[in-house]
């Protein structure tokens, strides 16, 4: 059975970092395309970025891009998300998932306790 794990997140200023990491076990990690998502308080769940097998192909939200990068290391069935430039809208909990498809991603299976990222001064 597929467990992700998600850290990194945290309370930061607007115009501040974070870098937030996933470890998926129990799957063939390298074999499938990974995605983030945040979900907002009172707010659905939005795809945040993608990032193919290979690593090569990534897509991003609107709202994100130019801000945010999507990476992942296969040797240590990781999924990264480096988030520069937060605004108080970035605020969130953080989830990844092993996903079919990176352009409209699908999730596979189930979520994760996720990351909560707050930006506020």
């Known amino acids: 059975q597929v467990q992700l794990v998600e850290s990194g997140g945290g309370l930061v200023q607007p115009g501040g970092s974070l870098r937030l990491s996933c470890v998926a076990s129990?799957?063939?990690?390298?074999?499938?395309?990974m995605a983030w998502y945040r979900q907002a308080l009172g707010k659905q769940r939005e795809l945040v970025a993608s990032?193919?097998?290979?690593?090569?192909?990534?897509n991003y939200a609107d709202s994100v891009k130019g801000r945010f990068t999507i990476s992942r290391d296969n040797t240590k069935n990781a999924v990264y998300l480096q988030m520069n430039m937060l605004k108080p809208e970035d605020t969130a909990g953080y989830y990844c998932?092993?996903?079919?498809?990176?352009?409209?991603?699908?999730?596979?299976?189930?979520w994760g306790q996720g990351t909560q990222v707050t930006v506020s001064s």
């Open positions: 129990g799957s063939s990690f390298s074999l499938t395309a």
């Open positions: 990032i193919s097998t290979s690593g090569l192909n990534t």
């Open positions: 998932n092993i996903v079919r498809g990176t352009m409209t991603p699908v999730p596979l299976v189930n």
